[in-house]
């Protein structure tokens, strides 16, 4: 292998940077005109551009500065010393400063300069010459100009009068500005005066070890030694493997694929003989017969005729014609047969069998060959014959449901060989045994009990048989029963409301049914108040409420989830009334009256009104106006029952 593809480019840079990456700030003189120096304030330092805008910059030896001011306390026109980056050696390089001085007195700024540079590791404030753009380290006065022609010679100007590098980059990218550009050995620099700048190449007698990846792009002659790896294995080339060149074994192959028509150069292969004296041997193709002289790989046409053939001859029976094995073939066809007799101890391997299908069965004579008869699916069809069929049960399953017809009348045999004994349907479940639908029964008998379910509840969601009384009569109830829960919630409050007094609301888990609503009141002078019974379906909002305590009718019960409310003072903002349940106008007693008071009672039990969502709400009101110096005793009783929509 004479070339390899690559590309040798290295760019090296050293750029001398040995002064110090902070400088060190002070100032012990910052007066007004009068020689009355600051009593007291701060002296602020904030990195900027040339445009006076604040910036971030990488401060030299590591490290980024904030967008935000150096500071320090200033006491009688000394400031205690700080440091800031040292503008040589950021990067970017040749910030510039922001500098001011705050009087703490009055908070303003006395003292302001931009564009302030300086380098160095020490910064005396006091020696600062404001009013220009000066170079780093300069505090004279310069003359700011734009292009010069110069003739005859400038001293400090730099290589043809100009000022030297003005940016180097890598790869296209900028490196940072220095006074210095250093390249490595192995790259060669002269000065190019004619086009005016500087040529760098790679020097030729350069002679680098490369160790890691590299990737080369383009031609490269190599007049030494190649090694891979720092090595070069015997017999071995460089070979692709997807992504590298490796070590490898060659892989030798023609240009054509097998059955190609095209013409091109074979391949030359041969073989390594190990008999007597070994040697590797061509291929030979022979017209004729061998002289029996030949070496490697011998082939020749088979010519026609008889050919003897010796030793073992392993044959293929093809398709047609057949091949003659032996003394059983008749008319070209290879008879195949067992090697033990009908009715003869059994030896030797199986052979495998097959049949035929037939959409209609043959019907075939007395000792007549007959195909075995198969299914469309390979299946093979059993038929019953004189002894009829056999099935003992241990281990046989029935997998799919069979037709039965039947015919005449039956009797099954469970366990009684007499088979007197009717057919049995039952579940194999007791009553609140297991889960329902494990072994659904059509009807449960009634089992008799002296208490409900014998005293213990049901699991929901099991079957139950109907409880029935010793003396045979089914238990049956009228609802409200135990189930569902059912609450009541009672309040004494001053009927002081100009709108809603009470109000039961629904809820977002069940359906509330509202069966019973009691309200009694009194008032300072007795009289007849009018009185209704509202359902709204948006509930009320804000007022001063306090909750109506809710107890369940059975301790058993969960909390409920609904929760009514009294309301006084000026009453809740009432929500969209559906209609009136009821109106009534109430006997309201003056207090201390001995003589039994009014009592209104709204009794729905057998058609209970429905609430349904946090929404609805059954609400008492005095047709929006309060009761003089009155109370009020309004009782809810409802039931809370899962959501079943009619």
């Known amino acids: 292998m004479n070339k390899i593809l690559g590309t040798f480019a290295v760019v090296c840079l050293a750029v001398a940077a ?24 701060t002296l602020c330092f904030l990195i900027t551009d040339l445009n006076d805008n604040p910036i971030s910059v990488n401060i030299g030896g590591g490290g980024q500065s904030l967008q935000r001011p150096f500071c320090s306390s200033v006491t009688n026109g000394s400031a205690a010393s700080f440091t800031v980056p040292n503008p040589a050696n950021t990067a970017p390089a040749n910030i510039s400063y922001r500098v001011t001085a705050t009087d703490s007195s009055t908070g303003q700024i006395v003292l302001r300069y931009t564009e302030v540079q300086f380098t160095g590791g020490t910064f005396n404030f006091d020696n600062y010459v404001p009013g220009f753009n000066l170079p780093l380290g300069s505090s004279a006065p310069v003359l700011s100009v734009g292009s010069l022609t110069i003739t005859g010679s400038c001293t400090g100007c730099g290589s043809g009068g100009g000022g030297g590098y ?9 490196l940072a500005q220095r006074a210095t550009a250093n390249f490595f050995s192995g790259i060669s620099c002269t000065d190019n005066s004619g086009s005016t700048r500087t040529d760098c190449q790679i020097d030729q007698s350069f002679n680098p070890t490369w160790t890691g990846t590299h990737t080369f792009n383009g031609t490269a002659n190599i007049a030494g030694t190649f090694q891979i790896g720092g090595a070069a294995p015997q017999g071995k080339i460089p070979i692709g493997n997807g992504s590298s060149y490796v070590p490898g074994d060659p892989l030798v192959q023609g240009t054509q694929a097998e059955g190609s028509t095209s013409t091109a150069n074979p391949v030359v292969i041969g073989g390594y003989d190990t008999a007597g004296t070994p040697a590797i041997h061509r291929a030979v193709t022979l017209n004729g017969a061998p002289a029996g002289t030949e070496y490697g790989i011998v082939t020749r046409n088979i010519p026609g005729g008889t050919q003897t053939v010796t030793g073992t001859v392993t044959a293929n029976v093809g398709s047609s014609n057949g091949v003659a094995l032996d003394a059983t073939l008749t008319s070209g066809s290879l008879k195949a047969q067992g090697n033990v007799a009908s009715a003869s101890a059994d030896s030797g391997n199986p052979v495998k069998v097959g049949g035929v299908f037939n959409a209609t069965q ?5 000792a007549q060959r007959v195909d075995a008869q198969f299914s469309n699916r390979g299946e093979l069809l059993i038929a019953k014959g004189v002894s009829g069929f056999s099935i003992d049960n241990t281990g046989f399953n029935i997998n799919n449901t069979p037709a039965v017809s039947q015919s005449g009348s039956w009797t099954v045999q469970p366990g009684n060989t007499a088979n007197t004994t009717p057919w049995l349907v039952q579940g194999n479940l007791s009553s609140n045994g297991a889960g329902a639908g494990s072994n659904r029964v059509g009807t449960l008998d009634g089992i008799a009990q002296t208490d409900f379910n014998n005293g213990t509840a049901a699991t929901q969601g099991r079957d139950v048989a109907p409880n029935v009384g010793t003396d045979g009569l089914l238990w049956t109830a009228q609802l409200p029963a135990m189930r569902p829960a059912s609450y009541v919630g009672s309040a004494n409050f001053a009927g002081s409301s100009t709108t809603d007094n009470a109000c039961l609301p629904g809820n977002a888990s069940n359906t509330v049914l509202l069966t019973r609503v009691k309200v009694s009141c009194t008032q300072t002078t ?56 009821d ?63 009619p």
Not at 166 to 174: C, F, H, K
Not at 362 to 366: E, S
Not at 609 to 635: D, Y
Request: glycine residues 10%.
């Open 583 to 645: 109106e009534y106008y109430l006997g309201c007693l003056a207090l201390g009256t001995a003589a039994p008071n009014d009592i209104y009672i709204l009794n729905r039990t057998q058609k209970p009104i429905v609430l349904r969502g946090t929404a609805q709400e059954a609400c008492v009101n005095f047709n929006n106006s309060a009761l003089t110096g009155g109370n009020l005793n309004v009782t809810f009783e409802w039931i809370e029952t899962k959501t079943i929509a």
């Open 362 to 366: 043959p019907a075939v004579t007395n």
């Open 526 to 581: 007795a009289g007849i108040v009018l009185m209704k019974i509202i359902k709204r379906s948006t509930a009320d909002s804000g007022g001063t409420s306090a909750a109506i305590t809710a107890v369940g009718d059975d301790s058993n019960y969960s909390a409920a989830v609904s929760a009514p409310l009294s309301y006084t003072g000026t009453g809740p903002t009432v929500g969209t009334a559906l209609g009136f349940i």
């Open 166 to 174: 003005g940016t180097i980059q890598n790869a296209g990218t900028s």
């Open 18 to 41: 040995n002064a110090q990456n902070w400088t060190t700030v002070s100032a012990s003189n910052i007066t007004d005109l009068n020689q009355q120096k600051l009593a007291a304030g």
